[in-house]
């Protein structure tokens, strides 16, 4: 039955791998079940954050398992609940009452508008047209974008005023955890050791607890150093689900028309690229693309997300989308849409074990996030650097900007912006496809958005 489900010898896996490749993707993504509720409980109830999260990414994952087949994990995605709760709720509407509920219909329909562009393949197109270099390019910004992020988690890497990243403590335990747990990784991997990635998560986080339990491990919540066992007091609270399901505000959305277009526009654009950037670089680290470079069913893939972002509106969630951690599975040997169906069953799961995930700490996370990105920034081998001007400035940019810029946006942003204006200023215009340039003038749009203070 899963074989006819999932074509897993297709795909050269199997069941074992799948349900590993599941855990894995689950394990690395499931710290924002602790994260949303703490980000948007600074505007609406945080137990019903949870729930919402909780359920939304379960229902977005099992769809996307089901209905594409492949291994991609979704949920709320980071970046984008901040900007829902501090630019949106705390910025742009402070002072209007309840100004959740207005966000949430934002979200709402942002949702639908995706749902209407999936059904006319406009996402597909685009994830189509973005040429062979820049897809590269755009894999390998991920790649060392997520590796960025298993730094900065593991404390590796951490923020400093005169240069703005450093290094940090070799005196934390925390960082020698990482960088033991990245080493296990890479050695189980070496030896072909099923679920190596993951086995390095237990494993680092196997060791903490013992160190929390000998007193090497200091539990510090202020100072980032929360408890590693978890805590089971206080589970199975649905009633904060009441406090933020279908709290929709239409009638505020009719009287400012122009001030929630707005609104729903910067969550439409910010999710759009973050999400195309996001499944480019998964599906071709999964080598899902075929041989023209292009995705099949993509259609599908971009339904699922629009689908999750709608139920997640009426839950009570910001925008759900497709996670980069989906990358950690995919590097566990996921391919199947059995992979995702795992993370979801996880989700729904967490809804009762949630002290269990939580207390994963960031790193023994972090080090799977690390040899992932090390993994995908690997494309870089693939891209033509010096054939073509365009082609050579459209993937460094898109790599490094997506990477200093801390954003998968900014960094298509800049790709494909140089890319076409390169083109034209070398002659080589009849390259441009129509998607790139529909892209080229959305992006400008952008451009002249940031610049009027419009987004």
């Known amino acids: 039955m899963l074989e006819r489900l999932f074509h897993l010898k297709e795909h050269n896996t199997d069941v074992k791998t799948e349900i590993i490749a599941g855990i894995t993707t689950f394990v690395s993504m499931a710290y924002i079940l602790a994260v949303n509720p703490n980000i948007l409980g600074k505007v609406m109830n945080s137990n019903g954050v949870f729930m919402a999260t909780a359920i939304a990414s379960a229902v977005a994952t099992l769809i996307m398992g089901f209905l594409a087949n492949y291994p991609l994990a979704l949920s709320a995605g980071m970046g984008l609940n901040a900007y829902f709760a501090f630019t949106v709720c705390l910025g742009e509407l402070k002072g209007v009452e ?31 047209g973005i040429p062979q270099n820049l897809k590269y390019g755009i894999t390998a910004g991920l790649g060392l974008f997520i590796a960025l992020l298993g730094l900065e988690g593991a404390n590796i890497v951490v923020a400093d005023e005169s240069t703005l990243v450093t290094m940090g403590s070799l005196k934390s335990l925390p960082v020698f955890l990482s960088l033991l747990g990245l080493m296990i990784i890479v050695v189980l991997d070496h030896y072909k050791i099923k679920g190596a990635v993951l086995w390095g998560v237990l494993i680092t986080w196997g060791i903490g607890i013992i160190a929390e339990l000998t007193g090497f491990y200091i539990v510090d919540p202020a100072a980032g150093q929360p408890s590693l066992i978890p805590d089971f007091t206080n589970t199975f609270n649905f009633s904060g689900l009441g406090e933020t399901a279908f709290k929709f505000d239409f009638q505020w959305a009719g009287e400012h028309f122009v001030r929630f277009l707005a ?23 999964a080598n899902l693309m075929d041989k023209n470079g292009k995705l099949p069913k993509a259609g599908r893939v971009f339904m699922s997300d629009a689908i999750g972002t709608t139920v997640g509106a009426c839950l009570g969630t910001s925008t ?5 951690e989906s990358t950690t599975g995919v590097g566990a040997g996921g391919r199947t ?47 033509e650097f010096g054939k073509d001007a365009a082609d050579t400035i459209g993937a460094f940019l898109t790599i490094s900007i997506m990477v200093l810029t801390y954003s998968i946006s900014n960094g298509l942003m800049y790709g494909v912006l140089s890319w076409v204006l390169v083109k034209v200023f070398t002659k080589k215009a009849k390259d441009i496809n129509k998607i790139m340039l529909v892209i080229f003038v959305l992006f400008g749009l952008r451009v002249v958005a940031l610049i009027t203070g419009f987004m």
């Open 98 to 128: 309840d100004p959740f509920r207005i966000a949430l219909t934002a979200v709402l329909v942002e949702g639908v508008i995706f749902i209407i562009m999936s059904l006319f393949k406009f996402r597909e197109a685009v994830v189509n």
């Open 263 to 285: 609104v729903v526009f910067s969550f439409l654009f910010l999710d759009f690229f973050d999400t195309v950037g996001t499944v480019v670089g998964v599906a071709d680290r």
């Open 320 to 324: 759900v989308t497709t996670y980069l």
């Open 337 to 383: 849409g059995l992979t995702a169906i795992t993370t979801g069953i996880l989700f729904l799961l967490s809804i009762f074990l949630s002290p269990i995930f939580i207390a994963i700490p960031s790193f023994a996370t972090a080090p799977c996030l690390i040899y992932v990105g090390m993994l995908m920034f690997g494309a870089c081998k693939n891209i």
